[in-house]
């Protein structure tokens, strides 16, 4: 940043849900999410950062990163998509993978409802043990 750009809180902020912390998620799918929701377009909700540049950014290997990605995606907090891109020699490669970070509030209905269907399976189990 120059010295003439004036720091904007609301431009160099993103908004992080307080819940997120019910979900249980270990530090290093905290870090991955923090830095695909600070990526994020906010009306999109997508981003295509490689591993390498959020390895970089959270301090983990590509390797790391892609483990905590596919965490992320199996807890439905984000999905993914490839991509291709085409070199000057008209080359189709992969690109980098579209992220699209779900609604939290969808993430956090589906966290309730699994967690109402175990308690509603200890129940019966607990139920089955009594009565035998």
Avoid at 2 to 28: A, D, H, V, Y
């Amino acid at each position: 940043m120059s010295r003439r750009q004036k720091f904007n809180p609301l431009k160099n902020t993103f908004p992080f849900p307080n819940e997120i912390f019910i979900l249980g998620l270990c530090p290093g799918e905290l870090a991955v999410y923090s830095y695909l929701l600070c990526c994020a377009n906010r009306k999109t909700n997508q981003c295509w950062p490689s591993y390498k540049t959020i390895g970089k950014a959270v301090g983990m290997t590509e390797n790391t990163v892609a483990k905590y990605v596919g965490s992320l995606e199996r807890k439905g907090l984000i999905q993914t998509e490839n991509t291709t891109v085409s070199t000057k020699a008209g080359v189709k490669r992969n690109g980098n993978l579209l992220y699209t970070v779900s609604p939290f509030q969808d993430v956090l209905e589906t966290h309730y409802q699994r967690q109402l269907e175990r308690l509603a399976q200890e129940t019966a189990r607990t139920q089955l043990q009594l009565g035998a």
